[in-house]
């Protein structure tokens, strides 16, 4: 193999490492934007403070989508940056504008938005609010573990740290 094929295989490969670090970093910001809204939901969707602590680690693998809590205080927290209709179905605009009003969140606004669109049309006869929205997250999550944009704990826990300092 040629130096020049060489350095084309490592530019390429560093590319697709930079990616999809890029993407784990906006989602990131993202989630740590969307989570600024739980404590004023907390109340509201009967969050205990044992749940609250459970919805910080809604990006481990371990993470359980069993409490309709979740769903309410995740239906709240979307309801609180406008991101969903008055049918509690997302709202589509206002979703893609919150999303690329992070660093970087033009790049992963459009594959976030269907993310959430595929998911939802998946659950959309769930009745219960609180339901659809655990089950459409659930989803969400699982989707984006796949499309390898999700963010790692040891991520989002070095970005918790550094506000604590602050």
């Known amino acids: 193999m040629s130096e020049y094929m060489r350095?084309?295989?490592?530019?390429?490969?560093?590319?697709?490492v930079v990616q999809v670090w890029g993407s784990a970093d906006i989602m990131k910001d993202v989630t740590l934007g969307f989570g600024e809204a739980l404590q004023h939901c907390r109340e509201e969707s009967q969050l205990?403070?044992?749940?609250l602590e459970e919805f910080f680690h809604f990006w481990r693998d371990d993470f359980k989508f069993e409490d309709r809590e979740l769903g309410c205080a995740i239906k709240c927290m979307s309801r609180h940056f406008n991101l969903l209709t008055d049918s509690h179905r997302m709202h589509h605009e206002n979703t893609n504008k919150f999303i690329q009003s992070f660093p970087n969140g033009e790049m992963l606004s459009k594959q976030m938005v269907q993310i959430i669109h595929t998911c939802e049309q998946k659950f959309d006869s769930v009745e219960d609010h609180c339901w659809r929205i655990?089950?459409?997250a659930e989803?969400?999550?699982?989707?984006?573990?796949?499309?390898?944009?999700?963010?790692?704990?040891?991520?989002?826990?070095?970005e918790f740290i550094m506000e604590a300092e602050n």
């Open 134 to 136: 655990l089950r459409i």
């Open 48 to 51: 205990t403070e044992e749940k």
């Open 7 to 16: 350095r084309v295989i490592v530019w390429l490969a560093l590319s697709c």
């Open 139 to 158: 989803c969400f999550k699982l989707a984006c573990v796949a499309a390898d944009i999700a963010p790692s704990m040891e991520l989002l826990m070095a």
